[in-house]
């Protein structure tokens, strides 16, 4: 039998017998159907049988068919009230071409932003913001701390807390899923209460970014809610037409969920940019992702009335719930368009830049502008137009646009379904984009992972020789988010790095990397001990500029690498599917996943975690605390 909320299923399989076995019991002695002793019986056993029999399966069989003429009213009505929703979801998408939307853009309630006028902010310095959260998040893990390395409270000084980060890898939704899986098995030991910062690359930034929603951040543990939810959202793939419109129509307003979803295409079309693959990619990604089930009322909102989901679409939006230092400030990663090295063919040199609630820049160019500010046009320093901050569903595209080779065979069945119109054409167009880009062989071309036009945005005056810049994935330059975690201001003591990406099984490359970035900012690498292939562990030498002489000095960053291997433990424990293996590349280009699969990957976390890694970590960081503890006593003792 079909589940008994679907229709669809169930009412075709009805049994016509099933009340044969409880009709049988009600013969009673002597064959007496009725049971009845003293009722006059002119008919022989037979008879009696025959006819008792006969007009039970009659009776049956009328029960049955008023069943299945209820069953087939209750299934027309289900389809009727799906064609509705699916109409409204065209039709959702035609508003999105009017005047009326475009005049939602200017609408200075949805958009408050658009007020204010804004200037580069050209500086080395961590904004006034990041500063502020820092204090505050200090304050907040005082007593995580010290719970942590067993001491008490009183013994904690802000300032010797070490600065903790953990750095998720890119690599799909098999990062996506690891890496929350990965924070998850910190939270054991109490130390993912002592992380200030979050930072990603890919598939991590999906799983960060999923974590700072009101369908998560609103709840006592964010990561295992994200877990939960992952187990049950991830069976349809992404850009599965039916899949799509489904998770559209299933949600409270499904006008609003296409408006939320959707709308950045639009808005980056008014604004004159110009729409990309990874763009309409992202757009997939947030039905998948980010979208509840009343997106028109915001979870978070305690007062009376309606708020707009709209508060999980804005980047910027996700500071509120860093207020009070109570979580981890994330970081999320592009890189604008390689370009060759001068004097060399074969290397590629890419420039990051760093989004956070915050603000968004590079410290390449010490340029920075506020994150409600992306998107718009700069001339000589300033803005020159008031749009509305971009939405995050472009941005997700952006982060994680590595994996999207295969999408060329869904968006063409995805553009056949949707009505004619820009959204329509745009998708068209673009599907001709992609199927020349990736040429005849798909599979094979796939291997290569900068294969994507990158997201189309306005110069922010980083670059005074062009007027636009073009932001991608930065897996295609680095596969761990080492770049804003070096920052040299942000001083941090501790990097925790997950890969999890499609090359975690190529060793050679992490070090080619290592190398790479390394040589970029300066750093001095040191082994410490890479002995266990699920926990290497090495010494960053960072140049810092001292605050006293301008000179640089070395700060000592501990660098631990946990890369996401298979683990014969796990192996063991496997009953999904033998050739199961989340380790394996391909895994970089899957979106469906059961929840057997989902489970078995965070286990896999959990192992590595809980029985290579832990146990080397905490003595470090107790270590990094008291050096930290120290030098500030032997300062306060010189100032005397």
Same mark, same amino acid.
């Given at each position: 039998?079909?589940?008994?909320?679907?229709?669809?299923?169930?009412?075709?399989?009805?049994?016509?017998?099933?009340?044969?076995?409880?009709?049988?019991?009600?013969?009673?002695?002597?064959?007496?159907?009725?049971?009845?002793?003293?009722?006059?019986?002119?008919?022989?056993?037979?008879?009696?049988?025959?006819?008792?029999?006969?007009?039970?399966?009659?009776?049956?069989?009328?029960? $049955?068919?008023?069943?299945?003429?209820?069953?087939?009213?209750?299934?027309?009505?289900?389809?009727? %009230?799906?064609?509705?929703?699916?109409?409204?979801?065209?039709? &959702?998408?035609?508003? =999105?071409?009017?005047?009326?939307?475009?005049?939602?853009?200017?609408?200075?309630? =949805?958009?408050?932003?658009?007020?204010?006028?804004?200037?580069?902010?050209?500086?080395?310095?961590?904004?006034?913001?990041?500063?502020? !959260?820092?204090?505050?998040?200090?304050?907040?893990?005082?007593?995580?701390?010290?719970?942590?390395?067993?001491?008490?409270?009183?013994?904690?000084?802000?300032?010797?807390?070490?600065?903790?980060?953990?750095?998720? +890898?890119?690599?799909?939704?098999?990062?996506?899923?690891?890496?929350? $899986?990965?924070?998850?098995?910190?939270?054991?030991?109490? =130390?993912?209460?002592?992380?200030?910062?979050?930072?990603?690359?890919?598939?991590?930034?999906?799983?960060?970014?999923?974590?700072?929603?009101?369908?998560?951040?609103?709840?006592?543990?964010?990561?295992?809610?994200?877990?939960?939810?992952?187990?049950?959202?991830?069976?349809?793939?992404?850009?599965?037409?039916?899949?799509?419109?489904?998770?559209?129509?299933?949600?409270?307003?499904?006008?609003? $969920?296409?408006?939320?979803?959707?709308?950045?295409?639009?808005?980056?079309?008014? &604004?004159?940019?110009?729409?990309?693959?990874?763009?309409?990619?992202? +757009?997939?990604?947030?039905?998948?992702?980010?979208?509840?089930?009343?997106?028109?009322?915001?979870?978070?909102?305690?007062?009376?009335?309606?708020?707009?989901?709209?508060?999980?679409?804005?980047?910027?939006?996700?500071?509120? #719930?860093?207020?009070?230092?109570?979580?981890?400030?994330?970081?999320?990663?592009?890189?604008?368009?390689?370009?060759?090295?001068?004097?060399?063919?074969?290397?590629?040199?890419?420039?990051?830049?760093?989004?956070?609630?915050?603000?968004?820049?590079?410290?390449?160019?010490?340029?920075?502008?506020?994150?409600?500010?992306?998107?718009?046009?700069?001339?000589?320093?300033?803005?020159? @137009?008031?749009?509305?901050?971009? @939405?995050? +569903?472009?941005?997700?595209?952006?982060?994680?646009?590595?994996?999207?080779?295969?999408?060329? @065979?869904?968006?063409?069945?995805?553009?056949?379904?949707?009505?004619?119109?820009?959204?329509?054409?745009?998708?068209?167009?673009?599907?001709?984009?992609?199927?020349?880009?990736?040429? &005849?062989?798909?599979? *094979?071309?796939?291997?290569?992972?900068?294969? !994507?036009?990158?997201?189309? @945005?306005?110069?922010?005056?980083? *670059?005074?020789?062009?007027?636009?810049?073009?932001?991608?994935?930065?897996?295609?330059?680095? *596969?761990?988010?080492?770049?804003?975690?070096?920052?040299?201001?942000?001083?941090?003591?501790?990097?925790?790095?997950?890969?999890?990406?499609?090359?975690?099984?190529?060793?050679?490359? !992490?070090?080619?990397?290592?190398?790479?970035?390394?040589?970029?900012?300066?750093?001095?690498? %040191?082994?410490?001990?890479?002995?266990?292939? #699920?926990?290497?562990?090495?010494?960053?030498?960072? /140049?810092?500029?001292?605050?006293?002489?301008?000179?640089?000095?070395?700060?000592?960053?501990?660098?631990?690498?946990? /890369?996401?291997?298979?683990?014969?433990?796990?192996?063991?424990?496997?009953?999904?599917?033998?050739?199961?293996?989340?380790?394996?590349?391909?895994?970089?280009?899957?979106?469906?996943?059961?929840?057997?699969?989902?489970?078995?990957?965070?286990?896999?976390?959990?192992?590595?975690?809980?029985?290579?890694?832990?146990?080397?970590?905490?003595?470090?960081?107790?270590?990094?605390?008291?050096?930290?503890?120290?030098?500030?006593?032997?300062?306060?003792?010189?100032?005397?």
């Amino acid at each position: 039998m079909g589940d008994k909320g679907d229709k669809r299923k169930s009412w075709f399989f009805f049994n016509p017998f099933s009340q044969m076995g409880t009709d049988e019991k009600r013969i009673g002695k002597d064959n007496n159907i009725n049971g009845n002793e003293n009722e006059t019986n002119t008919t022989t056993t037979a008879e009696t049988t025959k006819s008792g029999l006969f007009n039970q399966i009659m009776n049956v069989f009328r029960n $049955a068919e008023t069943a299945v003429e209820n069953r087939a009213i209750a299934f027309e009505h289900a389809v009727f %009230e799906e064609i509705k929703n699916f109409h409204e979801i065209f039709e &959702a998408f035609k508003d =999105l071409e009017s005047k009326k939307y475009q005049d939602k853009l200017k609408d200075k309630s =949805l958009h408050p932003e658009i007020e204010n006028d804004v200037e580069i902010r050209n500086s080395k310095d961590l904004c006034r913001e990041e500063k502020d !959260f820092l204090k505050e998040r200090k304050e907040q893990i005082k007593s995580s701390f010290a719970k942590y390395v067993g001491v008490n409270i009183e013994e904690i000084d802000v300032d010797d807390i070490p600065v903790i980060a953990f750095a998720g +890898s890119g690599g799909g939704f098999r990062a996506m899923i690891a890496n929350a $899986a990965f924070l998850r098995a910190t939270q054991s030991s109490g =130390l993912y209460d002592c992380g200030i910062y979050s930072a990603g690359v890919s598939g991590g930034c999906l799983s960060i970014a999923q974590q700072y929603t009101s369908l998560h951040a609103t709840k006592s543990n964010p990561v295992q809610n994200l877990l939960d939810h992952l187990k049950t959202r991830l069976s349809e793939h992404i850009a599965n037409p039916h899949g799509i419109f489904t998770d559209l129509t299933e949600t409270s307003h499904p006008k609003t $969920a296409v408006e939320l979803t959707f709308g950045g295409l639009f808005e980056k079309k008014y &604004a004159n940019l110009e729409e990309r693959i990874i763009d309409i990619f992202g +757009s997939l990604l947030a039905v998948k992702l980010l979208l509840g089930k009343d997106p028109k009322k915001d979870p978070n909102r305690q007062e009376p009335g309606e708020d707009l989901q709209s508060q999980d679409f804005k980047l910027s939006h996700q500071k509120r #719930y860093l207020e009070g230092g109570t979580r981890m400030m994330p970081i999320y990663t592009s890189v604008e368009e390689g370009k060759k090295k001068p004097g060399s063919e074969d290397v590629v040199v890419y420039d990051w830049y760093e989004f956070t609630p915050f603000e968004i820049g590079s410290d390449k160019y010490d340029a920075w502008i506020p994150t409600w500010a992306f998107g718009r046009e700069f001339k000589s320093g300033k803005s020159i @137009n008031n749009s509305p901050e971009q @939405n995050i +569903s472009q941005l997700l595209g952006m982060f994680g646009s590595a994996p999207c080779a295969p999408l060329k @065979n869904y968006l063409e069945t995805f553009k056949d379904t949707i009505h004619s119109g820009w959204t329509k054409d745009k998708v068209t167009s673009l599907g001709r984009e992609f199927g020349s880009l990736l040429g &005849a062989n798909m599979k *094979d071309e796939i291997e290569d992972q900068n294969l !994507f036009h990158p997201a189309d @945005n306005y110069y922010h005056g980083f *670059d005074a020789n062009q007027l636009k810049f073009k932001l991608l994935d930065s897996g295609v330059s680095d *596969d761990l988010p080492l770049y804003p975690l070096s920052r040299p201001n942000r001083e941090v003591d501790i990097i925790i790095a997950f890969d999890t990406s499609g090359t975690v099984n190529k060793h050679k490359k !992490f070090e080619e990397n290592q190398k790479r970035h390394a040589s970029y900012r300066g750093i001095k690498i %040191e082994e410490r001990d890479v002995k266990s292939k #699920y926990c290497e562990i090495y010494n960053y030498y960072l /140049p810092v500029e001292s605050k006293d002489d301008s000179k640089y000095t070395a700060h000592l960053c501990t660098f631990f690498y946990i /890369p996401y291997l298979p683990n014969d433990k796990v192996k063991k424990i496997d009953k999904v599917n033998e050739n199961f293996n989340p380790c394996k590349d391909f895994f970089m280009t899957k979106f469906t996943y059961s929840e057997e699969e989902v489970n078995l990957m965070i286990s896999l976390a959990e192992k590595n975690w809980l029985e290579a890694a832990e146990e080397k970590v905490k003595p470090i960081i107790i270590e990094t605390w008291k050096k930290k503890r120290d030098a500030r006593i032997a300062r306060s003792k010189n100032l005397k």
